[in-house]
């Protein structure tokens, strides 16, 4: 099965950052939109960023103005930069590859076909 791969997770104290990245070796990322997801323990999986493929940007309200998405099509990877992280940033995140365009629909984005395992992100003191 087609995936995605998360790496850059950690432990971080409040009002640090991280950087995430998302890359592939069986299919090139920038034919699709990317999205990043989180799942915090007990909680439903929330979509928090998303890149088209023509690179339009779109960013949950918990997130906008900490976290930036960007896309390095020559190294087929996805970036996550995190700052000014919370302790309510804490979760697994996931990284997918699917459709060409991103749309939320209930706090999802809709139509990814390729996932990560994801990686964990702690945020403590």
């Known amino acids: 099965q087609v995936q995605v791969v998360e790496s850059g997770g950690g432990s971080v104290e409040p009002g640090g950052s991280l950087r995430l990245s998302c890359t592939s070796s069986e299919i090139t990322l920038g034919y699709y939109a990317i999205a990043w997801f989180r799942q915090a323990p007990g909680k439903e999986r929330e979509g928090i960023s998303c890149?088209?493929?023509?690179?339009?940007?779109h960013y949950a309200d918990s997130v906008k103005g900490r976290f930036t998405i960007s896309r390095d099509k020559a190294k087929n990877m996805v970036s996550l930069q995190m700052t000014t992280l919370e302790p309510e940033d804490t979760s697994v995140y996931y990284c997918?590859?699917?459709?060409?365009?991103?749309?939320?629909?209930?706090?999802?984005?809709?139509?990814?076909?390729?996932w990560g395992k994801g990686t964990l992100v702690n945020v403590s003191s």
């Open positions: 997918a590859a699917g459709g060409v365009v991103c749309v939320m629909i209930e706090s999802r984005y809709n139509g990814m076909e390729f």
């Open positions: 890149i088209s493929s023509t690179d339009t940007t």
